[in-house]
T-cell receptor, first 112, second 111 residues
């Protein structure tokens, strides 16, 4: 059974640019969540989508946004990149409810 | 405020030397506690879910337990391949569907 797939694996951008990250969930999973992982803050929740609707949102600025498509695939966009946005961005999917979330291997974003 | 604290931050063991990792939490109504393993350059890999105090789950050399304030991940006779960062996360009523993670325990097992 295929796991969560994230593309690209690595990205290098400069300050002020914008970036879009992609996530394909496990087949049959309709819930997709995004997390940011940094050495200082650990894993922090960004947002969750279910059936193309944002269901929950973490404490991040509006520069961070996302969307989900009818096939449950999701994208995350970060505009006006800042140095502090350098992080590993992880996508997770689950069947729903209180079921465990299953993570992809992330996109490593570096801002120069 | 919902909070998860893991200890120790780092743990070095000899192969075969059993030990326990701690995850203490303060949340507004626990809906579930999750243990993950993360290897360098990889995403977290799901290990266990615990939903109520007194619950226990086992998988190979790992056993997770849950009380009303904390969870333990017991590692029996570890092997070098058990070396990884172990993450604890909770799902709480106030946070809805979001997972709140601890900072993790980095385990190194030497032969």
């Amino acid at each position: 059974k295929a796991g969560v797939t994230q593309t690209p694996r690595y990205l290098i951008k400069t300050r002020g640019q914008q970036v879009t990250l992609s996530c394909s969930p496990i087949s049959g999973h309709r819930s997709v969540s995004w997390y940011q992982q940094t050495p200082g803050q650990g894993l922090q929740f960004l947002f969750e989508y279910f059936s193309e609707t944002q269901r929950n949102k973490g404490n991040f600025p509006g520069r961070f946004s996302g969307r989900q498509f009818s096939n449950s695939r999701s994208e995350m966009n970060v505009s006006t990149l800042e140095l502090g946005d350098s992080a590993l961005y992880l996508c997770a999917s689950r069947l729903g409810g209180d079921q465990p979330q299953h993570f992809g291997d992330g996109t490593r974003l570096s801002i120069l | 405020e919902d909070q998860v604290t893991q200890s120790p931050e780092a743990l070095r063991l000899q192969e075969g030397e059993s030990s326990s990792l701690n995850c203490s939490y303060t949340v507004s109504g626990l809906r579930g506690l999750f243990w993950y393993r993360q290897d360098p350059g990889k995403g977290p890999e799901f290990l266990f879910t615990l939903y109520s105090a007194g619950e226990e789950k086992e998988k190979e050399r790992l056993k997770a337990t849950l009380t009303k304030k904390e969870s333990f991940l017991h590692i029996t006779a570890p092997k070098p391949e058990d070396s990884a960062t172990y993450l604890c996360a909770v799902q709480a009523n106030q946070a809805g569907t979001a997972l709140i993670f601890g900072k993790g325990t980095t385990l190194s097992v030497s032969s």
